[in-house]
Structure formats: structure tokens, C-alpha cells
T-cell receptor
Framework: AQSVAQPEDQVNVAEGNPLTVKCTYSVSGNPYLFWYVQYPNRGLQFLLKYITGDNLVKGSYGFEAEFNKSQTSFHLKKPSALVSDSALYFCAVSPRYSGAGSYQLTFGKGTKLSVIP | DARVTQTPRHKVTEMGQEVTMRCQPILGHNTVFWYRQTMMQGLELLAYFRNRAPLDDSGMPKDRFSAEMPDATLATLKIQPSEPRDSAVYFC???????????????FGPGTRLTVL
């Protein structure tokens, strides 16, 4: 069974500083990896995904994530945090299936990011 | 700006009552997902449809939950009878099938906050 771990329930960072939100995964074979963000009382919004190719993936709002196969990690990063980045961040993993059929996207528990002015 | 819509946004009901939640996926999307979000369990996949056919509902308690897509513009999630432990935020998400299974970006609705007394 696949799983995602977000080891930090909360991350606090000062505005303007770099931020990192950690994610590790467990899945059979090679994964598809995703980051979503949830603002208060809203649904999740897609940030970025890793499918194949370059290990560094760039996404929305200046976020990027690096796929590290040896460490089974997909940490989310941003060079300079904004107060408006404060939200709940979810990492998700899906295994690669060949052919048609169902699949399951498994989400982590989420990490609350607070950017302090 | 195409969005997934969900109704109602909030629902308070008493134990034993039937609850129906509705979702209108983004026009042209052919995959629909139902998720449940709680503080304790995080985000759980309940059911998944492709081209209106249910592909995976293994995450859904079968005795009281049912999910259907009567047409391409409407997905429903019913709970009968409802119980206090069903209190959660229920999200619908839709996605376009553009590539391999598991690579689709999901677009989330705003959610239905259900409280069962």
C-alpha cells in the first residue's frame, strides 16, 4: 500500500525567508507526486506535480519541488516566503499503472505553513 | 473561470436522516472524485468515477454511503442513515483524462461541511 508522510504538522517562517515543507512517500515502483494547497474554508488547489523527467519541478506562485528517488522525498520549496503563502499544504502520491484502470491518489496529513510578517 | 461547484456548502442534520450532497464537475472533465476530510483522518478518497462509471469505491462505507453520476454534469453522494461520525467536510474533485492514469490534476470544489447531531 502507498503512503505519504509529512513529518511536520506546522512550519513557521519569517516573511522573505526561504521555506521548505517536507514530504516522503512509500509506493511500489516509480511514483507520480503532487503538491496541493488549501486556504481556509476552500477546496484544495493544485500547485505542481512530478510525472517524469527533470527532478526539479516548478509550479504555481513561485513554488518548486525536488524529487529525490534515493531518499523517497518530494519537498516543497520557495526562495522567499510571502504572508499570503500561509495555508495548509498537502503532498500526494499515486503509483504508476500500466494500461487502463483505477488508481488511488493518497494524500499526506497536511502541513500548516505560517508566514510571519 | 471554470470551477467545480458543490451544494449545499453547509448541512446540519440529525442522526438517522438522509443526506444528499451534489457536485457539478468542470464541463468536459470525465473523472470525478469524492473525498472526506476530518482532523483525525485527513483527506480520504471515498469514490472515483470515470466517464460516469464507478471505478473505485473501496474507501466508502457501503452500508450507508452511495455515490452516483446520473449524468455528466452531476455527481451525488448520499448517506442514509447519517451518523455523528460522518461529520466532516466532503470534497468533490474533477479532472480531465489527458494522459496516463494517475497523472491527472484534480480540481477541487469548495466542499460541503456536514454536521450530524
Amino acid at each position: 500500500a502507498q503512503s505519504v508522510a509529512q513529518p511536520e504538522d506546522q512550519v513557521n517562517v519569517a516573511e522573505g525567508n526561504p521555506l521548505t515543507v517536507k514530504c516522503t512517500y512509500s509506493v511500489s515502483g516509480n511514483p507520480y507526486l503532487f503538491w496541493y494547497v488549501q486556504y481556509p474554508n476552500r477546496g484544495l488547489q493544485f500547485l505542481l506535480k512530478y510525472i517524469t523527467g527533470d527532478n526539479l519541478v516548478k509550479g504555481s506562485y513561485g513554488f518548486e519541488a525536488e524529487f529525490n528517488k534515493s531518499q523517497t522525498s518530494f519537498h516543497l520549496k520557495k526562495p522567499s516566503a510571502l504572508v499570503s503563502d500561509s495555508a495548509l499544504y498537502f503532498c500526494a502520491v499515486s503509483p504508476r499503472y500500466s494500461g487502463a484502470g483505477s488508481y488511488q491518489l493518497t494524500f499526506g496529513k497536511g502541513t500548516k505553513l505560517s508566514v510571519i510578517p | 473561470d471554470a470551477r467545480v461547484t458543490q451544494t449545499p456548502r453547509h448541512k446540519v442534520t440529525e442522526m438517522g436522516q438522509e443526506v444528499t450532497m451534489r457536485c457539478q464537475p468542470i464541463l468536459g472533465h470525465n473523472t470525478v472524485f469524492w473525498y472526506r476530510q476530518t482532523m483525525m483522518q485527513g483527506l480520504e478518497l471515498l469514490a472515483y468515477f470515470r466517464n460516469r462509471a464507478p471505478l473505485d469505491d473501496s474507501g466508502m462505507p457501503k452500508d450507508r454511503f452511495s455515490a452516483e453520476m446520473p449524468d455528466a454534469t452531476l455527481a451525488t453522494l448520499k448517506i442514509q442513515p447519517s451518523e455523528p461520525r460522518d461529520s466532516a467536510v466532503y470534497f468533490c474533485a474533477s479532472g480531465p483524462k489527458l494522459g496516463l492514469a494517475g497523472t491527472d490534476t484534480q480540481y477541487f470544489g469548495p466542499g460541503t461541511r456536514l454536521t450530524v447531531l
